[in-house]
């Protein structure tokens, strides 16, 4: 089973504060990199898809950068909303099998 | 848009029941799976399937079964529920069965076994 690890777990923001979080996977057979945002009592949606290292994707007020080399990525996300309160989950996708493992996620809340 | 549907959305089953959630996609993805969901767990994969006829085991797949038999269907059985069975399932499709394309979540099956 791939070990892949997400910190922090929670996070507590104020409106306005950028963040950041941290995924971090195995190195090695590495293919890809997923990240999902996750609202309570939703369904988790796709964020980035991102394989190349030195690779980084943005989406508004969101932006990841990945270094398959030392196997990690980060998130950032610039002047925090209430609606960016969620978890957000990474995923690597390795070349042994057609399959992601997830993180557990890093729970984002931001107040007003 | 439908993308992909899930059914039902609760359940509450004994011990020893067999059911089966039911999970459709229109988006005539080639790779279907199913997760669980448990707190403190993250998703965890339990089965998945590269195209009809074609299915593999995931991290988690003792007391499931699956099948496809079609692209667009990919039903979860439960032969004799047990506690441990109970979570939240997620079936997710992508397109094609390589590393780049993103995953597309039903809504979620919330699953109760007494």
């Known amino acids: 089973i791939l070990n892949v690890e997400q910190s922090p777990q929670s996070l507590h923001v104020q409106e306005g504060d950028s ?3 941290t995924c971090s996977f195995p190195s090695s057979n590495f293919y ?3 990240w999902y945002r996750w609202e309570t009592a939703k ?3 796709a964020l980035f898809v991102m394989t190349l290292n030195g690779d980084e994707k943005k989406k508004g007020r969101i932006s990841a950068t990945l270094n398959t080399k030392e196997g990690y990525s980060y998130l950032y996300i610039k002047g925090s909303q209430p609606e960016d309160s ?3 989950l990474c995923a690597p996708y390795t070349g ?3 399959k992601l493992t997830f993180g557990t ?3 984002l ?3 007003l | 848009n439908a993308g992909v549907t899930q059914t039902p959305k609760f359940q509450v089953l004994k011990t020893g029941q067999s059911m089966t959630l039911q999970c459709a996609q229109d988006m005539n993805h ?3 799976s199913w997760y669980r969901q448990d707190p403190g767990m993250g998703l965890r994969l339990i089965h998945y399937s590269v195209g009809a006829g074609i299915t593999d085991q995931g991290e988690v797949p003792n007391g499931y079964n699956v099948s496809r038999s079609t692209t667009e269907d990919f039903p979860l059985r439960l032969l004799s529920a047990a506690p441990s069975q109970t979570s939240v399932y997620f079936c997710a499709s992508r397109r094609g069965t390589g590393s780049g394309g993103e995953l597309f979540f039903g809504e979620g099956s919330r699953l109760t076994v007494l």
Do not use: C, D, I, K
């Open chain 1, 105 to 107: 996620g890093t729970r």
């Open chain 2, 30 to 32: 080639e790779y279907m």
């Open chain 1, 96 to 98: 042994t099998a057609s």
């Open chain 1, 86 to 88: 969620a978890t957000y």
């Open chain 1, 19 to 21: 963040t950041n979080f």
């Open chain 1, 32 to 34: 890809a990199l997923h």
């Open chain 1, 109 to 111: 809340q931001v107040t």
């Open chain 1, 43 to 45: 369904s988790p949606e």
